[in-house]
C-alpha cells in the first residue's frame, strides 16, 4: 500500500506539530490538516500560528504551500487521502454516564462519522486522540456499518505521546512511536504503511508494534505512571515540610537509583495540562467498568493528591500571610501550566487564583505568552468564579514589576525561565513590607532572596534565615 496523501482530522496542539513534522520529514507525501473551526485554519495559514511550541513555526514555515496545507475543506480531503489520522479532541465528559470521568468520545465518533460518508476508496484510519480502550473497535464498527460497496478499512491506534513546551524535538526525536493493529494480513498491511511513514526519520528499533487495545491501553498507562510519579513526589514534599527533610534531595536520592530513573520527580503545586488528570479519570472510570474498584481507587489517588497538593500550597500562602489574604494585592508569576506554552487547561495556577480569590485576595497575574482575554476566560468559568469578583479583584499585566509593585507576596505558579532573571532587589523595594515569595516551582535562588529580605516559603522544604542569615532548612 502506498500513502502518498495524509489527511489529519483536528488542527490542535497535536495535529497540527504532529503533521508539520510528518510533511517536514516526507517531502513525497503530501499532508492536509483540517478543522471544522474557520478561525483555528485561518490562524495555522497565517504568521500567527494558534499555538505557541518552540520551534513549530519554523517547522510550519519549510513546508507550508509545498506538502503542507491547512483547510476546512474535510471532504474533499478525505476523499483524496490513503491515511486518515484522527486527532480530535477527547475531553472529559462533563455530562450524564461517566460525568467528570469518562472521556467523551463525540468528536472521534463524528469524526469516524464523517470518513464513512463520504470516502469512495479503502483508507488507513489512525487513532491518534488518547481514547479508552476498545475505542478503535467502536471507530471500526461505525466505518463497517456504513462502508460503500468496495471501501474496505483498517483501524489503528498509534497514540502520540509529545509534551506541550517541548513537542517539536518529541516529535523529531521521541522513544518510541507506537503503532496497535489487527493482527490479520489486511491489518499488518496498514501497519507496515504507517510505519513506512515514521521510518522516514525513526529508527525502525524505536517504531513498536502490537495489537491495538494493548496500544491504547499503554497510551493512558504512560499518562497515569507519569502523573503518579508528580503526586508521589508532591506527597513526599508535604513530609518534607513537616519534618525538616528537603525535597529536592529526597528526589536526587531516589533518582539516582536507575530502577527509579530522575525524571517526573520534580515537587510542584501540582500537575496541569489537558492530559494527565483526563487520562487518570478515564482509568479510573474504565476500571471501575470493568468492575475493578480497586484498581480505580489506586489510579483515583493520584488525583486526590494532586487536588490536596494545590490546595496545600493556597493554604500555606493563607496562613503565611497572617491568616488572611483579604484586600491584599498578590501577585501572581505565571499562568501557564508549564513553561514554554501558552495552554492554560487544568493549570494549577488557575486553582491557585481561585483558592485566594475565595479569599478575598487582590490578584495580579503576569505570564509572558498568556492572553490576557484567555486569563479571563479562564477566571470567569462558572466553576471558578464570575464576572463580577473577577473585575472586583483580578488585575492583569504585561510587566511583572508592575505585577508585584505594592504586593504583600509573590506566588511563582509556573517555571518560565525569564521569572529567574529578574532584579528581585527592585522588585522587592516596590513591595509591602514583609514581602514574601511562595515558589511554587522550586526555581529562584532561595539564599539570595532571603539575603534580599524576603520571606520565602517554597514547595518540599521550610526556609529559615539563621544568626548569618544562610539558608537552612526547618529544625522540627
Ligand atoms: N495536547 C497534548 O499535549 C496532547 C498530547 C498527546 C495526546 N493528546 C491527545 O490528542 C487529542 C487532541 O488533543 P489536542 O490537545 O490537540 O486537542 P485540541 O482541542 O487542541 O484540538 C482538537 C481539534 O479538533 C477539532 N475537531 C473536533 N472535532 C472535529 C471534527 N469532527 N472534524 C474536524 N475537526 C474537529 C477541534 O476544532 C480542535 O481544533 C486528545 O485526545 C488528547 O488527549 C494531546
Ligand atoms: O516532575 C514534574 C514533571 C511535570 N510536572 C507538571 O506536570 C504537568 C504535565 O507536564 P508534562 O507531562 O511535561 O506536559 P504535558 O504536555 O501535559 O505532557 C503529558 O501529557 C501528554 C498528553 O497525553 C503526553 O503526550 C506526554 O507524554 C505527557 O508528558 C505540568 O503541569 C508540569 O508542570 C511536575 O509537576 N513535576
Redesign the pocket.
Known sequence: MKITKICCIGAG??GGPSCAVIAHKCPDVTVTVVDLSQERIDQWNSDNLPIFEPGLEEVVKSCRGKNLFFSTEIDKTIIEAELIIISVNTPTKTYGLGKGRAADLKYIESAARKIAEVSTSSKVVVEKS?VPVKAAESVNNILSANHKHGVRYQVLSN?????????IS?LLFPDRVLIGGPQTPEGREAIDALSWVYQHWIPMEKIITMNTWSSELS?LA??AF??Q??SS??AMSAICEATGADVSEVSHAIGTDTRIGA??????????????Q??VLNLVYLSECLNLPEVAAYWQQVIEMNEYQKRRFANRIISALFNTVANKKIAIFGFA???D?A?TR???SLYICKYLMEEAALVSIYDPKVDHKQIVSDLTDPAVSDKETVDKLVTITTDPYEAAKGAHAIVIC??WDEFKTYNYQRIYDSMLKPAFIFDG?MILDHQSLLELGYHVETVGRRLVRNSVNRLQAMPK
Open positions: 496542539y497535536v488518547t497514540p502520540e505521546f509529545l509534551a506541550e513546551g517541548t513537542a518529541d497510551k504512560a499518562n507519569l502523573a510519579r508528580i513526589i508532591n525524571r517526573f520527580l520534580q515537587a510542584s503545586i501540582g500537575f496541569g495540562g489537558s492530559c494527565f483526563k487520562d501550566f508549564k513553561k506554552t495552554d487544568e493549570t494549577p509556573t517555571e516551582r
